[in-house]
Each structure stands twice: as structure tokens, then as C-alpha cells.
């Protein structure tokens, strides 16, 4: 088979696999970007977050995370649901955390879109990516296609918005590469207002120290209190730059059973929340993505929003 035939396989097998879309780039040195991701890491706009400086050079070139790399196969998957917590006064969690932990839904998938590839073509050397690994991921679906990256620094779709996870194959097989698209955010300014911390502090620059994502999840130390009163009741996660987005009301429901809430926490109260024990939290959030926080650092989010 050809390139453009093994391509556009690849794409229809994606698709069968539920991905909402799926673009190639080359795998190569990310030279634009490199002088970006210094400076952001200069200016500890990524905060305690020392991973981040880790694997500065496999960050930028997927052939040192894959020997013989020649694609990155750009991937996104919906997350949207038109399910809402329905106490008002609860704390908020973020969407994304609604049903099972989304790397292993996902990842279960990838390595079904890699089988198929050794299947179908052979012997190919390639790794699967969500979030979990030194992988400019919205740099790479922006360069296959997928989206541009918006004010507030995450992939925008003019179809489906921004409600997505984005996952990556690199595999060290030369496939038909897409090209980029254009930016459609024009003089809009939504999220840089709505930012209640002013992470978002200039277009398309964020400082995650003042990020509500990260202040809750990340940040392993207590919240700074110049963030008390600001934090607009969000206990995990944050989808306020989100909610604001004109492109996001192009964004419909997700089909993948797995991100259906397994528990019903989503009618918690807010008492709930606040009087939750270990025991409630490990049953109820055991194939949650919310684990990432533990308990202990649950708890700690809960305490400052009440104080």
C-alpha cells in the first residue's frame, strides 16, 4: 500500500475507534516553538510543576521518544456532556473528570489504532501518548490541522470547540502529512475576562501559577492566599475559559459510555463535600481522573473554598 492509502485507512479506522478527528504531522524538531517553551520556563510560569522542565529536548523532538520517528499522528476525543452538578452551591469539578480517568479510556484505544497499523502495514516501531509523557500536544495538533490555539493557550475546532482530549502515536512510518489551519479568535477577548485569577494574562500567554487548574491539582503546597475569594467555588479543575468560549457552543456530547459518571456525585450537596471521608472518596472516585489530587489534596481545596 501506499502512503496516501495507509493514510487515509489510518484516519477511517480513527474515526471507527471514536476519535473525533485525526491529523499527521512530520515528526521532526519543533523550531518554532523551542524559543516559546524556554522563556515560559525561564519566567517560572510553570510553577511547581518540575516535570516540565524534565526532557526539554524529547519535549521538543518526538525522535528522541521514538528511534526513526517519522509521523506524529495527532488525535482528539471528545469529552462535552450537557450533564450539570445539581446543586449550585456545591463545589465545581471539572468536566473532563465525569467519568472514567480518560488515559486509560483512551490509551486502551491508541494501542488499538497501533495494532492495527502492525496489522495492516507490519513491523513499525511507535509509541502511544495522553498526557502522560514530554509531548508538546497542542503544538502537534495545531501543525496537523486540528485546531489553532486560542487566547486562553488550548486547541480551539471551529466545529466542536474546545471540549476535547488530544493524544498522539509516533511511529517511525512516513505517512501523508496535513498542514496547519488558521486562527479564528479575531479580536475576541472572552477568556482574558473571565479569567478570575488573570492566568490568562495576555493573549495566548498563561501563567499556570495563577491557573485555577493548577492551583488545584498541580500545586502539591497550600493555595496561596492571595487567590482566596477568587477561586469561584472550583474545588478541581476549572472550565471557566471554556464556558466563556463563542466556539464552544459548536460542542455536542460526547457517545463514549466509560465518560458517563459511575456514581451519582453529581447530585452531591455541598455538605456532601465538605463531610466526605476517605473511605467516600477512594469508592466513589476510584477510576476517576480526580484521583490525581488524592484525598488529602481534595480536602485541602474544600477547606480554602470554605475558609
Same mark, same amino acid.
Given at each position: ?16 475507534? $471514536? ?15 523551542? /524559543? ?10 510553570? $510553577? ?23 509521523? &506524529? ?6 469529552? +462535552? ?14 468536566? +473532563? ?7 486509560? &479510556? ?21 509509541? &502511544?501518548?495522553? !498526557? ?46 496535513? $498542514? ?58 476549572? !472550565? ?20 458517563? /459518571? ?46
Amino acid at each position: 500500500m501506499n502512503k496516501e492509502k495507509i493514510t487515509a485507512d489510518l484516519k477511517a479506522k480513527a474515526q471507527n475507534l $471514536g476519535f473525533l478527528s485525526c491529523g499527521i504531522s512530520k515528526a521532526d524538531f519543533l523550531e518554532e516553538e523551542a /524559543p516559546s517553551l524556554e522563556r515560559w520556563l525561564n519566567d517560572n510560569h510553570h $510553577g511547581k510543576m518540575a516535570y516540565m522542565e524534565r526532557n526539554f529536548d524529547k519535549r521538543l523532538d518526538p525522535r528522541k521518544l521514538v528511534s526513526g520517528a517519522k509521523s &506524529v499522528v495527532s488525535l482528539t476525543y471528545n469529552y +462535552y456532556s450537557r450533564k450539570k452538578q445539581s446543586d449550585p452551591s456545591a463545589p465545581k469539578i471539572a468536566m +473532563y473528570t465525569y467519568g472514567e480517568d480518560y488515559h486509560r &479510556v483512551i490509551k486502551k484505544k491508541l494501542r488499538l489504532l497501533l495494532n492495527y497499523l502492525h496489522e495492516t502495514v507490519g513491523d513499525i516501531n511507535g509509541r &502511544v501518548f495522553v !498526557d502522560s509523557a514530554p509531548v508538546m500536544e497542542r503544538q502537534w495538533a495545531q501543525k496537523s490541522g486540528l485546531g489553532w490555539q486560542g487566547k486562553n493557550t488550548l486547541l480551539l475546532n471551529k466545529k466542536v470547540g474546545s471540549y476535547f482530549f488530544i493524544a498522539e502515536l509516533i511511529i517511525d512510518l512516513e505517512l501523508q502529512y496535513d $498542514g496547519p489551519t488558521t486562527d479564528h479568535c479575531g479580536t475576541c477577548t472572552a477568556c482574558i475576562d473571565a479569567c478570575p485569577t488573570q492566568a490568562i494574562y495576555a493573549p495566548y500567554k498563561m501563567d499556570a501559577r495563577k491557573c485555577i487548574s493548577y492551583l488545584t491539582i498541580e500545586l502539591r503546597d497550600e493555595i496561596p492566599f492571595e487567590f482566596k475569594d477568587k477561586m469561584e467555588n472550583w474545588a478541581f479543575g476549572c !472550565d471557566i475559559c471554556q464556558q466563556v468560549c463563542p466556539w464552544n457552543k459548536f460542542a455536542y456530547p460526547h457517545n463514549e459510555p466509560a465518560f458517563e /459518571p459511575e456514581s451519582p456525585w453529581l447530585d452531591f450537596k455541598e455538605s456532601q463535600w465538605q463531610e466526605m471521608t476517605q473511605e467516600v472518596f477512594n469508592k466513589v472516585f476510584k477510576n476517576s481522573a480526580l484521583k490525581r489530587t488524592k484525598f488529602k489534596g481534595l480536602k485541602r481545596n474544600l477547606e480554602f473554598l470554605k475558609a
